[in-house]
Antibody, heavy 116, light 110 residues
Framework: QVQLVQSGAEVQRPGASVKVSCKAS????????VHWVRQAPGQGLEWMGM????????TYAQRFQGRVSISRDTSTTTVYMELSSLRSDDTAVFYC?????????WGQGTLVIVSS | QAGLTQPPSVSKDLRQTATLTCTGN????????AAWLQQHQGRPPKLLTT???NRPSGISERFSASRSGNIASLTITGLQPEDEADYFC???????????FGGGTKLTVL
């Protein structure tokens, strides 16, 4: 079955960067888009961007342009999301999700706390 | 970025029917439809219906989706206590070249 397993929780200082991983299994990795979605505490879902693992092409949400980088490693079927210049309001749970038309499968989420 | 509009909360009695709405525009909901997601507290979202209003395997027939113009709807029949959750709609916006979400509707089953 499809599984997306994300890396563990992190605490980062303001101004630092965080890199979250999403290990995919149970399907052909290169055939499906993978997205990253952010959810601040008590808030809704916010799309950050996506990657086409087959060729590495990425698309980012405008509000994260220049701060987010999504990459993949096809040898380990892992997608990465790196967010830089962290601020306290970046504190959130970050999810990866596989797209076969809609957001069919989700990782368990990674909590990132930004605090001095 | 402009998102989709959902009512913040809906309350319905047990075993009744709830209809949740999601309002977009011609570039998102009106263009390619909306998917619906359910999220229980502390859990990842779960896809209930696709943009084509189909249910993934394992999703109860009590959940159904439809669209009329720029408004997408999710209907939940025979409400159960476990249906109490947050519900989000999502759509691809061809003008923004981005996915957009609604703010979510908190469904309370009385």
């Amino acid at each position: 079955q499809v599984q997306l397993v994300q890396s563990g929780a992190e605490v980062q200082r303001p101004g630092a960067s965080v890199k979250v991983s999403c290990k995919a299994s149970g399907y052909t990795f290169t055939n499906y888009l993978v997205h990253w979605v952010r959810q601040a505490p008590g808030q809704g879902l916010e799309w950050m961007g996506m990657i086409r693992p087959g060729n590495g092409v990425t698309t980012y949400a405008q509000r994260f342009q220049g701060r987010v980088s999504i990459s993949r490693d096809t040898s380990t079927t892992t997608v990465y999301m790196e967010l830089s210049s962290l601020r306290s309001d970046d504190t959130a749970v970050f999810y990866c999700t596989r797209d076969s038309g809609s957001f069919e499968d989700w990782g368990q989420g990674t909590l990132v706390i930004v605090s001095s | 970025q402009a998102g989709l509009t959902q009512p913040p909360s809906v309350s319905k009695d047990l075993r009744q029917t709830a209809t949740l709405t999601c309002t977009g525009n011609n570039n998102n909901v009106g263009d390619q439809g909306a998917a619906w997601l359910q999220q229980h507290q502390g859990r990842p979202p779960k896809l209930l219906t696709t943009r084509n209003n189909n249910r993934p395997s394992g999703i109860s027939e009590r959940f159904s989706a439809s669209r009329s113009g720029n408004i997408a709807s999710l209907t939940i029949t025979g409400l159960q206590p476990e249906d109490e959750a947050d519900y989000f709609c999502s759509a691809w916006d061809s003008s923004l070249t981005a996915w957009v979400f609604g703010g979510g509707t908190k469904l309370t089953v009385l």
